[in-house]
């Protein structure tokens, strides 16, 4: 009786022992390769589950994920899953064993097979990354919402298969919450574009999707407070957004939606809220505010020339999106965002006199942020001469001359 007493105690012991040393172990594997001020992002909604359970399922949390077959959109099956360069060269899209692939053709005889390792993107387009040593390159097609199928990737020719579009940080440093790299190369002090050919990444230390830390900085301090001082209600060790002016809350998202083609001094990983973008970029070469930016991710300067921006002193994107949340929602519910400032009945509500004012508070944003054609992002489809556009909604909030009649 008494020694089976001691066996159990001794095995309860050792058990506690062998949980508490898996635990170490677990935590020493996945250290954060942003360094130790940060906190694992789960950690976040202990305390924080409302926000936690909404941003879970944003774009944001979903920009950059690993290509497993449930993140992967697009169709696999025979029929769906293949493109013509021409009559005898094509790319099919196959699930195996070992993952899903993009394969290329000739004569029927497979030449090349890359796997889809990451994506990018889930609202109206997915393009995917596969790795090759310490680099990653574009896969040659893209999954295309407006058409449920598969197009050439942005860029890349519907004729010529290409797999060596090299994919370096800038890409991620606006689609992820970090990745490090080095240069390989004596490229100097700085460097405006980002160059991916002179880059080396280190692929295990990508953390994936715009995490809660990627707009409010590190924020482990913040946890080891508020886990030590589980009575306290006022935020410890973090920014709080309210503190910030408006040019500080346009710079915490204009640092990823002011476009791609900026002059960078440092990282985009770097920027911490409360951070300006003037210490992050060089100013355009052309100074020319009528310039037409284009509608893919460049948000912010559309919206800067808007006369609700200019003459409101108020207007920042959280004024219409939930940053917790997703952008698709019914066109009435932006209406009550537009109308928070053009009252019904007020001077300063739509001056159209035709249309029923019910028809247009169910919809002000088709008329005055009309969905514009991209100048930087088109696609083919196989088999198919056509030039298919990429539309997304126009920022510049203005009397649009195509809306005018109905
Ligand atoms: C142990 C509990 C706890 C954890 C874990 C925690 N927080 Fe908090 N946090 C709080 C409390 C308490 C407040 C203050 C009340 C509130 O705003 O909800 C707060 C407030 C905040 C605020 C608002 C600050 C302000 O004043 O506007 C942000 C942003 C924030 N937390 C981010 C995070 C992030 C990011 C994580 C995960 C890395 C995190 N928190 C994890 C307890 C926690
Ligand atoms: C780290 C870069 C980054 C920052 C910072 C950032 N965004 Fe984004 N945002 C993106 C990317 C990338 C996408 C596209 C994600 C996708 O669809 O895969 C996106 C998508 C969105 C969308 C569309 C979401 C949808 O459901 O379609 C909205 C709205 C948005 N961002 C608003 C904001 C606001 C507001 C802020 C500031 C509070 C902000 N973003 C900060 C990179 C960023
Ligand atoms: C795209 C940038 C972005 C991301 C990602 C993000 N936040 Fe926020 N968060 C904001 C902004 C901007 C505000 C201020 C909102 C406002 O002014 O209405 C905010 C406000 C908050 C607040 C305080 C206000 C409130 O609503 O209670 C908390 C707490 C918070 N965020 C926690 C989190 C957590 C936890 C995550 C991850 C699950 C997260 N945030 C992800 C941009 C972001
Ligand atoms: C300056 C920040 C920035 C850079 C750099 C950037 N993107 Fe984006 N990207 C965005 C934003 C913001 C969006 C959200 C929608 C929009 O405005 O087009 C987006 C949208 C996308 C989408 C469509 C996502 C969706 O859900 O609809 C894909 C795919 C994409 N980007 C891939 C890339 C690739 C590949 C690169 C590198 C060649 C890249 N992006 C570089 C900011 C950026
Ligand atoms: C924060 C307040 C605010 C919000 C929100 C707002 N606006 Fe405005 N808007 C203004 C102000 C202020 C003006 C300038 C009025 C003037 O010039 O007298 C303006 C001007 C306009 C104009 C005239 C533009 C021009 O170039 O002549 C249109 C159209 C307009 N807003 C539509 C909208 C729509 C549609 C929405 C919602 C998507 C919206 N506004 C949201 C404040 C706002
Ligand atoms: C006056 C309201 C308003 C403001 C302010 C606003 N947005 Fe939007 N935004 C919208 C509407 C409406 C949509 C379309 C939503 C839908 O139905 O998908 C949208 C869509 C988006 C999308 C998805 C891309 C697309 O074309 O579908 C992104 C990204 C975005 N907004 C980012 C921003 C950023 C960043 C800011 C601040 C610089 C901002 N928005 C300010 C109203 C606004
Ligand atoms: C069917 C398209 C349509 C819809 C829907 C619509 N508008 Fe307009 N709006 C116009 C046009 C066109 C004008 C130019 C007015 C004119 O010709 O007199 C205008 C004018 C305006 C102006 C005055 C612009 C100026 O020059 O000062 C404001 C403000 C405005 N609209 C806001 C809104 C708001 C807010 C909504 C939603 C409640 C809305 N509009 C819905 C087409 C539309």
Known sequence: MKKNKKLLTVTAVLFVFIIFLVQCINKKAVPDARGTAF????????????????????????ASAAATAKNVLGNFNAGHNI???????????????????QVLYKNNSPLLARRFDIVFGTRHAQTSLYWQDDRSFELPVSYYHAVNNWGTSPGFSATVPNFNRLIGTDCFECH????????????????????????????NSLVLGIGCQRCHGPAAAHVNFHTENPGKQTAGHITANKTLNRQQQLDQCAVCHSGNDKRKIQSRFMFRPGDLLANYFLPAVVADSTRHFDVHGNQFNLLKQSRCFLKSNSITCSTCHNPHGNAAMPAAVYAQKCMSCHQEGSADFCTVKNIAVAELKANCTDCHMPL?????????????????????????????KETKKK
Request: charged share 20%; aromatic share 12%.
């Open 83 to 101: 493109f013509m360069y021409d009559s005898l060269t094509k790319l099919v899209m196959e699930q195996r064993d070992s993952g899903l692939y």
């Open 39 to 62: 906190a694992p992002e789960q950690t976040c909604r202990q305390c924080h589950q409302a926000i936690y359970d909404s941003a879970v399922t944003s774009a944001h949390f979903n």
């Open 372 to 400: 514009e054609t991209s100048d930087a992002i088109s696609f083919r489809v196989s088999g198919s001469a056509a030039v298919s556009s990429y539309l997304l909604r126009s920022h510049r909030i203005a009397v649009y």
């Open 176 to 203: 992820s919450s970090y990745i490090s790299h080095k240069k390989n190369t004596a490229a100097g002090d700085h460097y405006f574009a980002a160059d991916a050919a002179v880059e080396i990444l280190d692929k």
